[in-house]
């Protein structure tokens, strides 16, 4: 060991402690990366420091107080009287015979029942303080555990440096997701898949809920001193709580440091009598880590997208995909066959197909313009829109006879302010074979900004036109099977590369056990009571929406089949 090594070997203990200053660190991390000796020790010293700390946790309630005359105790020993406060823990975790030294004294401090001065946070700390002083931290690194399989195992890690990114990484068993935002663009990528999709950055000037999300229970802590303990050599104090709805069988517990900052989180649950950790998170702050973490860099084979089977500016071969730029090359607006713009949002009909007894096939479109894009910015364009629509049945009596459509909805997607929508039209009242043409009754909702910025001008934020347009029918006639399964392949081809909670297909019929498990918990349901007299085609009327990977397609395109079939009988009728 040279002279570096043993400068290294300090800030190793000020590392463990949580005195390292960035540029320090960042020598450190490049010492560490050339020196096996050094990596060696500080691997021992980090296990030394949490063996030492679960020591310092189970002595005694009042452990920060004591800790402080164990530490003047070690300063008049081991040090010269001229040396810094700072240097005590060092010193204290580079000897072994100071580390014994300090947990004896403790722990003698302990059995005499000494009580020294120090600086607690007081009865409570709240949600907000804990937000405002985790948004003082320059960059946040976090790390959380969940029980799996019977183990404890990594869940998520986040890192957060302000002004430059955030980076979270999800894992459950098998499946992995990662998220990087550098404030210009979000780049999300699944485990297995062998291209990433980026979209604009969401911001990041706050700090991700992921961080901040488990804190939210702070204000219905207490104070607990008997757990206090030192967490990455930071002395923090413990605060415990519960769920509202479960208070005598989870425990939620915070270890909060001097600046009111949560350092460590436990969840646990009741069971059998035992208290067992199902969730586990560690904080630290004010850390130093390489930029290129907010680099999109996923792994080898992770570079190139095979892209859609579709016409699209990007083609096979990109590096990236960016699915508003996806989704608004497979519906855009030149290739329509109608537009109209109504409340600063385009409607828009992509295909409209004639079908066997007189079933009407439509896939829409609804999106803001290019002047309400300049006017209005959305926070969140993945799981946001500027509106929404959906289509009524638009009655009519022509000469002593009603005529309406039934609309279907089949499936949906929305991403980047584009929404999309598969939807079936039942006519009725219409003599067999003389349905020539569609109309569509729409229903125009806007939300967010633009509904805000309507309302301040005095402008309806909903409207009904009826009809919208009215588009004639082509003459041949298609497969109705056939289109309702193409749906479900564009869907499906879409939901890798957008939200998660931006796709869907339309009711998915209950099973017959369903059925049943839903009668017992509804029991006073008008379906319910159908159900129980008889009337099986009632669960045709009550699913549920799931995703193409959730759903085998040909048990999909039969149910979907099945109701419109069942709703044709019943027009009938």
């Known amino acids: ?113 000494i009580h020294f001065i120090g600086n607690p946070l007081g009865s409570n700390v709240t949600f907000a303080q804990a937000v405002e002083s985790m948004k003082k931290a320059r960059t946040i690194h976090a790390v959380g555990y969940a029980l799996q399989d019977g183990r404890m195992r990594k869940a998520n890690e986040i890192w957060y440096e302000r002004g430059a990114g955030i980076k979270l990484a999800w894992t459950y068993k098998e499946e992995g997701r990662v998220v990087i935002d550098n404030g210009q663009w979000r780049w999300e990528h699944r485990q297995g898949d062998h291209f990433a999709v980026r979209n604009k950055s969401l911001g990041i000037d706050n700090l991700p809920g992921e961080i901040t999300e488990p804190s939210r229970y702070l204000d219905k802590c207490v104070r607990d001193s008997a757990g206090d303990m030192v967490v990455d050599g930071v002395l923090c104090e413990l605060y415990v709580g519960s769920y509202p709805n479960k208070p005598d069988s989870t425990r939620l517990m915070f270890w909060i440091d001097q600046e009111r900052r949560p350092r460590r989180f436990e969840e646990k649950v009741l069971e059998n009598g035992i208290w067992k950790i199902i969730e586990l998170g560690q904080v630290e702050y004010d850390i130093a880590f390489d930029h290129s973490v907010f680099d999109p860099n996923f792994g080898q084979g992770v570079d190139t997208v095979n892209g859609p089977d579709f016409d699209s500016d990007l083609g096979a071969g990109v590096d990236i995909a960016d699915g508003a730029e996806f989704l608004g090359a497979h519906f855009s607006l030149e290739k329509a066959i109608f537009t109209k713009e109504e409340m600063s949002l385009i409607f828009a009909v992509h295909e409209l197909k004639r079908c066997q007894n007189d079933v009407i096939f439509a896939v829409t479109s609804l999106r803001p313009s290019e002047q309400t894009l300049k006017d209005i910015k959305s926070e969140d364009l993945r799981v946001h829109n500027y509106g929404d629509y959906e289509f009524g049945s638009c009655w009519e009596r022509n000469d002593g006879r009603d005529t309406s459509y039934s609309p279907i909805q089949l499936g949906w997607i929305y991403h980047g302010g584009l ?42 934020v909903r409207e009904r036109f009826k009809p919208i347009a009215t588009l004639p029918l082509p003459d041949e006639q298609v497969s109705l099977e056939n289109l309702v399964g193409e749906a479900y392949d564009v869907v499906e081809l879409f939901e890798p590369i957008v939200a998660e909670e931006s796709l869907t297909l339309k009711e998915i019929p209950f099973t017959d056990a369903e059925m049943e498990d839903f009668t017992k918990r509804v029991p006073s349901d008008s379906i319910t009571k159908e159900w129980k007299a008889g009337n099986k085609s009632v669960r045709l009327w009550h699913g549920q929406s799931k995703k193409p990977s959730q759903i085998n397609k040909d048990r999909w395109v039969e149910d979907r089949l099945t109701y419109i079939r069942e709703k044709q009988r019943q027009k009938q009728l």
């Not at 946790?57 to 530490?71: C, E, F, P, Y």
């Not at 079936?424 to 910025?453: H, I, R, S, W």
Request: proline content about 3%; hydrophobic content about 45%; aromatic content about 8%.
């Open 1 to 113: 060991m040279n002279s570096v090594c043993d400068k290294m070997r300090d800030y190793i203990a000020d590392m463990v402690t949580g005195t390292l200053s960035q540029e320090q660190a960042r020598l450190l991390n490049q010492h560490l990366s050339q020196c096996p000796t050094c990596r060696n020790y500080a691997h021992q010293l980090k296990e030394e420091d949490l063996l030492l700390s679960e020591l310092f946790t189970n002595i005694s309630a009042d452990m920060a107080n004591r800790q402080q005359r164990v530490l003047e105790a070690v300063e008049s020993c081991c040090l010269p009287k001229q040396s810094k406060p700072l240097l005590i823990w060092r010193t204290i975790m580079r000897s072994r015979i100071t580390k014994f030294a300090a947990a004896a004294a403790i722990i003698v401090a302990a059995l005499l029942g």
């Open 419 to 460: 929404m999309v929508k598969w939807t079936v039209f039942v006519p009725n009242g219409f003599e067999a074979g003389q349905v020539t043409q569609c109309k569509f009754d729409l229903y125009y909702l806007t939300v967010g900004k633009l509904a805000m910025k309507r309302t301040e001008a005095g402008l309806p």
